[in-house]
């Protein structure tokens, strides 16, 4: 029987168990892909305290190596679901069950897809939702990044050292990005913006050769040729396995407390799956450490 079971192994999870391991608890930690959580995906990070720029790769390292050190089990399984018992809860994967008194959420988000023709059949062929494990198949060819946020942003960055020419791609004239990026991505000469548009189909042959965009605002379409198309046009909650627990808002994020507890005793949740604005690796581990103090008081109470 384990004192805490963590669902996910981003940077909230891993927050959680470093927390309740220094606590003497034992914790498993149940991660579906490699630990990390989306971080690993993410060329560099240039906002987290302690580091000016760091490799997302190395900073989920370096968390990873500290949770080990500290002696947390890690289960390499998808959780597929949640059983309350009187005294324990038993998390289902696809591979054994756990027992643990608590039960900390962390399973983080997934991103959107666009939905277009073609964007199943190219998906691994060109079409991507990770620039950092693709981009580098794509050196010198030009590429499309869809979206407007801070992680359309970030990769357009890291893609136009690789690519001969990226275009950004991205519905309306705004962002969401953080204007320090925008003045970035700006000045980069490889980079066109490319906006009031929206990508209505994936063309190719065996690969993505390119994709139609049509202009928002007089629906005229165009035909942009890319090898590559990264899309970064938001995220959904990765909470299949909590949906019959009753602790989810419309919006399928859960709902929490302000000690990360959700409707049912016991059962904590942190990071992005939570149902909130803001989501950041500062913010995941903020939960984390929040979620992981109120289970292990919940452990001794
Ligand atoms: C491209 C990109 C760039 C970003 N750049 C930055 C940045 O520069 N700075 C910043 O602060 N934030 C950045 N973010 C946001 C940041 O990555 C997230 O806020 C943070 O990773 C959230 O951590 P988390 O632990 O809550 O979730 P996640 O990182 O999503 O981790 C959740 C983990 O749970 C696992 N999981 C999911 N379902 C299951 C299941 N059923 N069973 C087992 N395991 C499961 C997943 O595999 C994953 O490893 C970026 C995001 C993206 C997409």
Not at 73 to 92: L, M, P, Q
Not at 238 to 265: F, M, P, Q, R, W
Not at 282 to 290: L, M, R, W, Y
């Amino acid at each position: 029987m384990y004192d805490v079971v963590i669902v996910g192994a981003g940077p909230a999870g891993m927050t959680a168990a470093i927390y309740a391991l220094r606590n003497n608890k034992r914790v498993a930690l149940v991660e579906k892909n490699v630990p990390g959580g989306v971080i690993v995906n993410t060329a560099f990070v240039e906002n987290y305290p302690g580091f000016t720029k760091i490799e997302g790769p190395s900073l989920a390292y370096a968390m990873f190596e500290q949770t080990t050190k500290l002696g947390a089990d890690y289960i390499g399984a998808t959780v597929t679901g949640i059983e309350i018992g009187e005294s324990f809860f038993t998390v289902k994967t696809d591979g054994e069950s756990l027992r643990g008194k608590t039960v900390i959420l962390a399973s983080g988000t997934a991103q959107k897809k666009l939905g277009a023709p073609g964007e199943e059949k190219y998906t691994g062929r060109g079409v991507s939702w990770c620039a950092i494990c693709d981009g580098s198949l794509y050196k010198g060819e030009d590429v499309a990044v869809v979206g407007g946020g801070n992680s359309a942003f970030e990769e357009t960055i890291y893609l136009s050292n690789l690519a001969n020419k990226v275009y950004l791609i991205h519905r309306r004239e705004g962002f969401r990005a953080e204007s320090s990026l925008v003045d970035r991505v700006r000045q980069l000469k490889n980079v066109k913006m490319v906006l009031n548009a929206r990508i209505v189909e994936f063309f190719g042959a065996e690969t993505l050769q390119g994709v139609v965009i049509e202009n928002t605002l007089d629906g005229k379409t165009d035909r942009l040729a890319v090898k590559a198309c990264f899309e970064y046009i938001g995220t959904l909650p990765s909470t299949d396995y909590a949906k019959d627990l009753g602790i989810l808002a419309d919006n399928g994020y859960i709902l929490v407390d302000k000690n990360c507890e959700t409707a049912i005793k016991g059962i904590f949740a942190c990071g992005d799956v939570v149902d909130k604005d803001i989501r950041q690796i500062a913010t995941a581990i903020s939960d984390g450490a929040v979620a992981a103090l109120n289970a292990i008081k919940y452990c001794s109470g």
